[in-house]
């Protein structure tokens, strides 16, 4: 089994809609690492999340950590074409330092 | 700009010829990791140098290895390539440090595909 699961594995959205990214790890999180990939591209960092109920944003992408469920959600606002991608999660797992495990991704496409 | 710069971008190999791939980084941070990443898979770490301090990971292949002569440069040689190390290979940097904090935040270079005929 995965240690880190991402849901939904792909989503097609319309311009404008909202959308929600899920990553869900099996062991205990200290730190949680938002990355987006493009085809072919190396991975570009979003955002990182450490504490329990921490919730970042950056123009219109918000990053939450629920660590008692080991959960993390990616939310983008008013989706662009800009947005579309693969979006990453990585884990940094307790006694792994300097380490993440990743997750397969969610591939977005946004349709005009 | 502080970077990480993986050459060549694109390289084809012949089943079983030696290839070495290139990671430099101008970001003079402590560790230097490899991953792997297969069409629609996650990235692999293979391995990772604290400093100089190489850490392998349990199911990297012996045919994969790694060199770090200084700071600012990593290699990944695969001795004998098969068919099935067509991949992406990522290289990333980070300040190291601890778990969970900054320090720990992956920078990674565009990556190189590589092709084994």
């Known amino acids: 089994s995965q240690e880190l699961e991402q849901s939904p594995q792909s989503l097609i959205v319309q311009e404008g809609k909202n959308l929600t990214i899920n990553c869900t790890s099996s062991?205990?999180?200290?730190?949680l690492y938002w990355y987006k990939q493009k085809y072919g591209e190396g991975l570009i960092f979003l955002m990182m999340?450490?504490?329990?109920?921490e919730e970042k944003s950056h123009e219109k992408i918000t990053a939450k950590l629920d660590e008692k469920k080991q959960q993390s959600s990616l939310h983008i606002t008013a989706s662009q074409p800009s947005h579309a991608g693969i979006y990453l999660c990585g884990a940094d797992h307790a006694g792994t330092a300097s380490k993440l495990t990743f997750g397969t991704g969610t591939r977005l496409q946004v349709t005009l | 700009d502080a970077m990480v710069i993986q050459n060549p971008r694109y390289q084809v190999t012949q089943f079983g010829k030696p290839v070495t791939l290139s990671c430099s980084q101008t970001?003079?941070?402590?560790?230097m990791y490899w991953y792997q990443q297969k069409s629609s898979q996650a990235p692999k770490l293979l391995f990772h140098y604290y400093d100089k301090d190489f850490n392998n990971e349990a199911d990297t292949p012996d045919n994969f290895q790694s060199r770090r002569p200084n700071t600012s440069f990593c290699f990944l040689d695969i001795r004998s390539p098969g068919l099935g190390d067509t991949a992406m290979y990522l290289c990333a940097t980070s300040r190291g440090g601890g778990s969970g904090g900054p320090n720990n935040e992956q920078f990674f270079g565009p990556g190189t595909r590589l092709t084994v005929l």
């Open positions: 999340l450490q504490k329990g109920g």
């Open positions: 062991k205990t999180l200290y730190g």
């Open positions: 970001l003079n941070h402590n560790v």
